[in-house]
């Protein structure tokens, strides 16, 4: 399990995905980008849209797929 912060840059709750530009990560070696993320649950994304901070717990299944576990809006 990884933590992170970032700004939500695209939404499809259809596909199960979000969008997140994120900082360097040093858990799992990356550095900052904006990378799409699998979510575990897609009604986890009600009520956010684009341009929202967040923090979020991930886990990685491989390379850079990337499953975001738990999703929590900042300030």
Same mark, same amino acid.
């Given at each position: 399990?990884?933590?992170?912060? #970032?700004?939500?840059?695209?939404?499809?709750?259809?596909? #199960?995905?979000?969008?997140? !530009?994120?900082?360097?990560? !040093?858990?799992?070696?990356?550095?900052? =980008?904006?990378? *799409?993320? *699998?979510?575990?649950?897609?009604?986890?994304?009600?009520?956010? !849209?684009p341009?929202?901070?967040?923090?979020?717990?991930?886990?990685?299944? #491989?390379? =850079?797929?990337?499953?975001?576990?738990?999703? !929590?809006?900042?300030?």
């Open positions: 399990m990884h933590s992170a912060e #970032g700004i939500v840059t695209a939404i499809d709750a259809a596909a #199960g995905t979000v969008s997140i !530009s994120h900082g360097a990560i !040093s858990s799992v070696g990356w550095p900052a =980008m904006t990378m *799409n993320f *699998n979510l575990a649950d897609p009604k986890a994304v009600a009520g956010f !849209s341009g929202q901070r967040v923090a979020f717990h991930f886990t990685v299944e #491989g390379g =850079m797929t990337a499953t975001v576990t738990h999703l !929590s809006k900042l300030q």
